[in-house]
């Protein structure tokens, strides 16, 4: 089993930034890439981006692409969400998920999900 724990979400206005952090823990060895995903209210969760596990690949949603990066440092390192120029369409609830054999923007092949942190841009 894989545990993920995201932080990070919170309260800004448009135009701001916000990072979240996702911590794994557990069979981490086996994991093979990581994402991150939002629901907005009354909305399907939808892809927001993902790397691999070495961090060395990155693949974004077309909405998010030049305002989101995706990061990390290295394997013993949380996974980073960089939102710059934040806009209220942004406002959901971010997961995190990770998935053994699977990099990519199908959330149906992440197999581990964290609780969710919700980020709220105000217009």
């Known amino acids: 089993q894989v545990q993920l724990v995201e932080s990070g979400g919170g309260l800004v206005q448009a135009g701001g930034s916000l990072r979240l952090s996702c911590a794994a823990s557990g069979r981490t060895f086996s994991v093979y890439g990581m994402g991150w995903f939002r629901q907005a209210p009354g909305k399907e969760r939808e892809f927001v981006a993902a790397i691999t596990w070495s961090g060395g690949s990155a693949l974004y949603a077309n909405s998010v692409k030049g305002r989101f990066t995706i990061s990390r440092d290295n394997a013993r390192t949380p996974v980073y969400l960089q939102m710059n120029s934040l806009k209220p369409e942004d406002t959901a609830v971010y997961y995190c998920?990770?998935?053994?054999?699977?990099?990519?923007?199908?959330?149906?092949?992440?197999?581990?999900w964290g609780q969710g942190t919700q980020v709220t841009v105000s217009s």
């Open positions: 998920a990770a998935a053994r054999w699977y990099y990519g923007t199908q959330q149906s092949n992440y197999e581990y």
